[in-house]
């Protein structure tokens, strides 16, 4: 075995029965093993345990203990014998509880929750998984029963026994992420074409009202990335003694008469294409694969003998891909979506399938297409190898939207970043223009933008199919996830290569009791906090209402450009339009101007938007062909000046690449750029355009530069506010009045204070509080 299997051998303390294994001063790995036969093999959850060369000391035979490990994170005991709480436990060196800091092995721990396996049928809250971050600073994982990998196969363990980790990192989150990617494998790096809109819906759709569709979707200026079909694209209705027909991998020739050309079609228009499968009942005498896959697996064609869904079998693994896959991905298939239902079916001697579809078809996937990529289900710890997470068919309410953007964040607790909601929601519910809209807007702040509905014949997610102005703000911001792609990928190349999350709780960047208690926001990438909109509005307002907590720092409404003083808990309000996207001070965010443009080529253009108030430095990651190209964004606010490097080895940036630099919030100033760059760049307003490739490095200052007054545009937006407010016209007079007569904004508040209707003054409140 190699050390990245084992870890290094002076890390490693061995006795009777029992091996310890100190990988990082703040992770060690704990196993018994009564025969002394010890598992150095990679599993399903770990990939590597050489993670350094940590500093520890080990003394045996002192205070009565037969073993102490003690690193400057925790303090291990040990009393010899088989791992129980009596024999082994380990006191954490943190002080975040005044009695919960020794773990007992075997002891479950209390963490700040991880993900589950699905949300079918949920409609709000379910029960989640344990995860691997904890307020009291230390979590634990159970290795014993995973199954291992040797040459890239999954095998039943040979090694009966413990097998856990204990994990030390305080409120470190970030560290704790990255050291357990270390040990389990880093997500893969997603094709940019991921990152776009997805169109999915359960629709017996002809190969005609296919298309017709997505070129609906161009004439009204909606950008996807991907088309997706469910189970219809294949035979459903299968003769009677096959059972039945959710199972298939034959084109329904009756929708799909020529489904080489829809494909084809599909690329030409920018779209990359995959298709639904429901694999449990293996491939049957009807397929059009099966005379090869009867071939390679010696079948009797005579009496129909189906081919049994079996992955442990190296020969139908073979077939499974090469007799049936394959030819789909020739015709033009890009990727599968898995969508196994049949439960784990876990022995100690059975793999859950899911597991094994997971590992298969990514490893398959990787091989043939370069990047790996597949739309599933969650299998447990270690499936953030296997991305992108299919979360289920959630019924369509506003408690299953409410639910969604805690368990979006929670899932980076357990290194789960991908997942993809069926946004919009999947069956049941009402029909409800509101709800749809803000279900939208969130899966434009979520890790995967993949509309989906039930084939209800009413419940299609197409924008036209509601109300005008609900219709338009989709339109909007579908087009605005495709403005993100630069930013979005940017984020996918940190988290494959960094293990910094896309989607991340605040309490990640912010140890702070408010960063527990809103679980609903979180951080989008490193600029942007997301407070998604749960709740109906409030009619006569015609607001939405949703808790903030702003840390400390100015933050800048991402639609509007108003800033807002941190260190306060707030409650904003927003109309159909906007949606509660803050940007921190010194914030830098590359977007494409283009949205409709095909997102797999790096743009040749890119607007930045550049918000005041703080130093700060943004890298933009992008990635071609193993080829990766770094442009850092310098923004020295203290003394006005804005610098862009570009690193790009492998000539990937696009040639003569057009940066529009838009400075957000300030007021107008002069620009002073370096001489050698003059000739590349010309002002207009507070926007600079610079031309990258023919030029050096962007360098430029600024004076009059400053922090732009706001009370004109909080006077417009107040009285906009009120006037559409559903309320008396005598009270709307009064406030108004009101708020024109205060020689103070604590003089308006106090007033606000008088008021009756208390949704009306907290709705008021924001916008005083900008002043």
Known sequence: MTNQQLGQPHNIITGEHYRLTVLTSRMVRLEYSANDHFEDHLTQIVQNRDLGDPEFDVFHQRNQHELEIVTDYFHLYYEGGPLTADSLYIDTKYGYSSYNNRWNFGQPVATLKGTVRTLDNADGAVPLEEGLMSRNGYSVIDDSHSFIIEDDLLRPRTAAGADWYYLAYGHDFFGCLRDYYRLTGFPPLLPRYALGNWWSRYHAYTQAEYQQLFQDFERDGVPFSIAVLDIDWHLTRVPHRFGSGWTGYTWN?????????????????????????????????????????????????????????????????????????????????????????????????????????????????????????????????????????????????????????HFTASATNIGYTWWSHDIGGHMHGVRDDELALRWLQFGVFSPIMRLHSSGNSFGGKEPQNYNQEIAGIMRKFLRLRHELVPYLDSANYETHTFGIPLVRPMYYDHDEPAAYELRNQAMFGSELLVAPIVKPKIDRLDQSKVTVWFPEGQWFDF??????????????????????????????????????????????????????GANHEYKMYEHQDDLTAITTFNWDWQHRRF?????????????????????????????????????????????????????????????????????????????????????????????????????????????????????????????????
């Open 559 to 612: 639609f509007t450009g108003l800033r807002y003083e941190g260190n306060v808990t707030l409650n904003v309000y927003r109309d159909n339009h906007r949606y509660p996207v803050f940007v921190r001070a010194g914030g830098i965010v590359p977007l494409n101007p283009h949205p409709l443009d095909d997102v797999m080529p790096l743009p040749k253009t890119l607007a930045v938007k550049i918000y005041p």
């Open 253 to 405: 020739r009756k929708l799909f008469p020529q489904p080489e050309s829809l494909l084809k079609w599909l690329h030409e228009h920018g779209k990359k294409v995959t298709l639904n499968l429901h694999p449990a009942d293996g491939i049957r005498a009807f397929e059009d694969s099966y005379p090869a896959v009867a071939k390679r697996l010696q079948l009797d064609t005579t009496a129909e003998e189906p081919a049994l869904f079996n992955l442990h079998d190296d020969t139908f693994r073979e077939s499974y891909f090469t007799d049936v896959h394959h030819p789909l991905e020739k015709m033009g298939v890009d990727f599968w979506w898995i969508d196994w239902q049949q439960g784990t079916n876990f022995t100690e001697q059975q793999i859950d399938p899911l597991w094994l579809l997971n590992h298969y078809h990514f490893k398959d996937s990787r091989e043939r297409h370069g990047e790996g990529l597949i739309l599933s289900r969650y299998a447990g710890l270690g499936s953030h190898r296997y991305p992108v997470g299919f979360s289920g068919d959630t019924i369509v309410t506003w408690n299953s939207l409410a639910f969604q953007p």
């Open 643 to 771: 610098t862009i490097k570009v690193e790009d080895p492998g000539d990937i940036v696009p040639e003569k690449r057009i940066f529009q630099l838009n400075f957000i919030g300030v007021t107008p100033f002069e620009t002073q750029v370096d001489p050698a760059i003059q000739k590349c760049v010309t002002a207009n307003d507070n926007r600079l355009i610079f031309v990258q490739n023919s030029c050096a490095d962007f360098g430029a200052n600024f004076s009059k530069m400053e922090l732009a007054p706001q009370r004109d545009q909080i006077v417009e937006r107040l009285f906009d506010k009120l006037r559409r407010a559903q309320i008396n016209f005598d009270i709307k007079e009064l406030i108004w009045r009101k708020f024109l007569a205060a020689d103070t904004k604590i003089q308006f508040i106090s007033f606000l204070n008088t008021l009756t209707d208390q949704d009306l003054a907290t709705f008021l409140y924001e916008i005083v509080y900008l002043l």
